[in-house]
């Protein structure tokens, strides 16, 4: 079954370092989705993506973050200007049409530890 | 903003017995997800309820949407260990929303 893939699983970056989560979504979805789960808490969501545009951001996703799909198949989080907060999983989902119609599909997260 | 609340927070079981977890939204949802997350995993959908008053079952679960679309229960039937793991209901506010906001989770642990 296919499968979203994230990568690095677990990315250790100083304060105030610039960081890029990749992603690689299913290959025959369109909406492109970043959330968040602080460790013990619940998943937040950061930005929805399609055709190569952010369609939704929450207001956790300021100024410091940036998505991109930079090729066919990447879809990448930065984040320029990290701060402790920061510190959590990142998961990366896709799916097949947009979110009111269809399951996401999670990729199983980058953990981002921020010193 | 929208908030999704599930209670209870935690639930700890006899292998075999019941369980249930109540999702209340502030808002009237459009649809309602279910997602279940294994303990060091990710999120997995489990099923999307969209019509008022809707029931839907998978094997021992059994999902309820509220006829105002602002609650939704999960049920499980005679719970087993592979049922461990933390159940997200999740919801989109309104159509052409791609806002998925995700309750606060219950956290189910079973005990042999």
């Known amino acids: 079954e296919p499968e979203v893939t994230q990568t690095p699983s677990h990315q250790v970056t100083q304060m105030g370092q610039e960081v890029i989560l990749r992603c690689v979504p299913i290959s025959n979805h369109l909406y492109f989705y970043w959330y968040r789960q602080i460790l013990g808490q619940k998943v937040e969501f950061l930005v929805s993506f399609y055709n190569n545009e952010i369609s939704e951001k929450s207001e956790i996703f300021d100024d410091q973050f940036s998505v991109e799909r930079p090729d066919g198949s990447n879809f990448t989080l930065k984040i320029r200007s990290t701060k402790l907060e920061d510190s959590a999983m990142y998961f990366c989902?896709?799916?097949?049409?947009?979110?009111?119609?269809?399951?996401?599909?999670f990729g199983d997260g980058t953990r981002l530890s921020i010193l | 903003g929208q908030q999704v609340m599930q209670i209870p927070q935690y639930q700890h079981v006899q292998e075999g017995e019941d369980f249930t977890t109540y999702c209340n939204s502030s808002?009237?949802?459009?649809?309602i997800q279910w997602y279940k997350q294994r303990p060091g995993g990710h999120p997995v959908f489990l099923i999307q309820l969209v019509k008022s008053g809707e029931v839907k079952k998978q094997k021992r679960l059994t999902f309820q949407f509220g006829e105002a679309k602002k609650n939704s229960s999960l049920h499980i039937t005679a719970t087993q260990t592979t049922d461990v793991g933390t159940y997200f209901c999740a919801g989109l506010s309104n159509f052409g929303n791609e806002k998925l906001t995700f309750g606060t989770g219950t956290r189910l642990t079973i005990i042999p």
């Open positions: 808002t009237t949802l459009s649809n």
């Open positions: 989902a896709s799916s097949e049409y947009r979110a009111v119609n269809q399951p996401q599909h």
